[in-house]
């Protein structure tokens, strides 16, 4: 397989109403980059999150007693941990300034995916979108392809952060080998890559984080439409071993 | 940026004692591939692990009670229990069938690494390169770029495995942004990409699983050589958050 990750440059700042498959069409005609049908587009979190209008002023939010109370433990502004506590279904951990949460599409992650970097305006935050399948979904529509939403996640274990897949559409989230030989004639047994998360991952890395391109075009991957979403790959809390 | 990420074929079935820097090179010349001093090749930890001999005949193993106690708690061959722990610096979580270790190098992963998937013979198991780092550095030495040794991990909260590196030369291992500002101008705090864990990743995907392409090429990535090696990315154990 020869996989190509491109890019897109000419994406403008996305304000919230944006029609951001337009956007995208537009920077990909102005590139000289088509899209095939067989194409993904990765887009960060952070501009379907502007276009969708996801953005926040802390200016606006009065914090509860618990997020004054957590503030104060973990040195952060009352005001933004409140967002984090809107955003969240649980809190898993706190340490130090590091609050880990379950949001509530199911991601885990630091601050509920409330976010400050990449954002104009002073005390604007932005939050996840509410539901990044049907972004994807959106995007998938105008753009004629598959699409990747990512968003950037710390990990257990391992530091580093890497992109992951947060949406999804058309694309199916698992490259499944279950069932398949090795060449040795022996059956693969639990071996099914998180495909969409490893191609965001390489696409955080071709979009880079400072520098305006906050999508690519992925071509080369082998895959079949399917009506995908990002749930197949969110273990249920109950069946984890590190929670 | 522009990555490119292409599979290399005509690898054959390495043995004991390959010289496995000199086998990828001709691969390359038969594929009709060069490599710049700017690529990187990913490899897979089986190919390294079968050319540094690192296979086990289970038919050898005398287990310990200990691993007859285990095997028999999670319906696994006592021999390959005995063979996990030998590998194991501890053990992490056993359910199921499932028994996540820490390995000497301190990698988290499902049965420390041990595998039986691709690996000639009826009883015989690979095991983990004794030193990844070392290896990687004898074939960047060889092919003149950086290498990536890859492996295939679980990982908590999420289903689908992703490849990440266990054996890194020249390469940096973090993508670091520190310091850095984002196009609004403000500071990024938290943001060290785990570059050559989105990379192996991507070449995971682009190897494939049963294609016989345990190799690939990474072209496009910008990077500065350094004295690098993996332990970087391995969060000590007293500061996780979920150990």
Redesign the interface.
């Known amino acids: 397989?020869?996989?190509?990750?491109?890019?897109i440059s000419g994406v403008p700042?996305i304000t919230p109403g944006a029609n951001l498959g337009e956007i995208l069409q537009q920077a990909l005609l102005e590139s000289g980059m088509d899209t095939l049908p067989t194409d993904i587009v990765a887009v960060t979190q952070k501009i379907v999150s502007k276009a969708e209008g996801r953005i926040v002023q802390l200016s606006q939010i009065d914090p509860s007693p618990d997020a004054h109370a957590i503030g104060r433990q973990c040195s952060k502004d009352p005001r933004l941990v409140e967002v984090i506590l809107q955003e969240s279904r649980r809190i898993l951990?706190i340490?130090g300034e590091?609050i880990?949460c379950e949001t509530h599409h199911g991601f885990?992650c630091?601050n509920a995916g409330v976010d400050?970097?990449?954002?104009?305006g002073g005390d604007a935050v932005s939050l996840l979108p509410r539901d990044p399948d049907r972004s994807a979904r959106q995007l998938a529509h105008r753009l004629g392809c598959g699409i990747i939403v990512t968003d950037?996640f710390g990990?257990?274990?391992?530091?580093?952060?890497?992109?992951?897949a947060i949406g999804i559409a058309r694309v199916p989230?698992?490259?499944d080998?279950r069932g398949?030989?090795?060449?040795?004639g022996?059956p693969?047994?639990?071996?099914?890559?998180?495909?969409v998360?490893?191609?965001a991952?390489?696409a955080?890395?071709?979009?880079?984080?400072?520098?305006?391109?906050p999508a690519a075009r992925i071509r080369g991957?082998a895959w079949t439409e399917t009506a995908s979403n990002i749930q197949?790959?969110?273990?249920p809390y109950a069946k984890?071993?590190?929670?």
């Not at 984890?240 to 929670?243: A, G, I, R, V």
């Open positions: 397989m020869n996989l190509e990750i491109q890019a700042e951990r340490r590091v880990i885990i630091a400050r970097s990449n954002i104009d950037t990990r257990p274990w391992r530091d580093g952060l890497l992109d992951l989230p698992l490259l080998y398949q030989l090795d060449p040795q022996y693969l047994q639990a071996t099914a890559l998180a495909a998360d490893a191609l991952a390489a955080g890395l071709a979009m880079g984080k400072v520098s305006k391109t991957y197949t790959l969110l273990r984890d071993l590190f929670l």
